[in-house]
């Protein structure tokens, strides 16, 4: 029987938590919206770097024509997912425009 062992917080890695709004002309998918994070992740930072900034979509929610979402990543590449946020201009041929609002250390941070 193999047992799970788990790592005390002291050495588990920091994560960083953006929160960010995305402004759009027609509704986007969460998977579209994933899909082109990662591709503009991938072509700036290429292979190595988006290995290492440990993307996550934690949630993205769609009112209107603004949705929010929160992206988990590493805490020593927030600045590059930043940039590659800001590279993106259009998801699936629809012109999109996302802002980076908030950036904390946990979840609830990021909600509130």
């Avoid at 029987?1 to 002291?10: A, E, G, K, R």
């Avoid at 994560?15 to 082109?36: G, N, Q």
Wanted: charged content about 30%; proline content about 2%; glycine content about 8%.
């Amino acid at each position: 029987m193999i047992m799970m062992v788990y790592l005390p917080p002291s050495l588990r890695e920091r994560r960083r938590y953006i929160l960010f709004e995305v402004m759009h002309e027609r509704e986007i998918d969460k998977r579209e919206l994933l899909k082109a994070i990662w591709d503009s992740v991938y072509s700036l930072q290429g292979d190595v770097g988006a290995s290492e900034s440990k993307l996550w979509l934690i949630e993205y929610n769609k009112k209107g024509d603004i949705g929010t979402g929160i992206l988990r990543c590493a805490n020593g590449k927030v600045e590059e997912v930043r940039a590659s946020l800001a590279c993106i201009h259009s998801v699936n041929g629809v012109r999109v425009g996302i802002r980076v609002k908030k950036i904390s250390g946990t979840i609830r941070g990021a909600r509130s």
